[in-house]
């Protein structure tokens, strides 16, 4: 809905943070499932992380649980992506991706729009 902007991305030493936006333009975000995902040179894009159109459901992939949050600021059309403690493995280009539906999901096939994506390379 919209473009979509990554924003935040760099270079970070292992157990460092880094703080993605994803500002959407054009058409309100604030009824639909927005997701991160990543994609490593050589490997397929995966699921990172997804929220409910209001926030109040999320979904993370297990590698990055209690390390990530995704969150949302509706009323300025934002998602965002909290990364701590972050490891070599996390180094990949994320992308911000909007849903066809309301309700967080972690497939690719659900999601109709994305965004340029963002590198993140964490060096130990």
């Known amino acids: 809905q919209g473009q979509l902007v990554e924003s935040g991305g760099g270079l970070v030493q292992a157990g460092g943070s880094l703080r993605l936006s994803c500002a959407a333009s054009?058409?309100?975000?604030?009824?639909?499932?927005m997701g991160w995902f990543r994609q490593a040179p050589g490997k397929e894009r995966e699921f990172v992380a997804a929220?409910?159109?209001?926030?109040?459901?999320?979904y993370y992939t297990d590698s990055v649980k209690g390390r990530f949050i995704i969150s949302r600021d509706n009323a300025k059309n934002t998602v965002y992506l909290q990364m701590n403690s972050l490891k070599p493995e996390d180094t990949a280009v994320y992308y911000c991706a909007r849903a066809w539906g309301s309700f967080a999901t972690t497939r690719i096939g659900q999601y109709d729009y994305w965004g340029q994506g963002t590198q993140v390379t964490v060096s130990s």
């Open positions: 054009g058409r309100t975000i604030s009824r639909v499932a």
């Open positions: 929220i409910n159109w209001d926030g109040g459901t999320t």
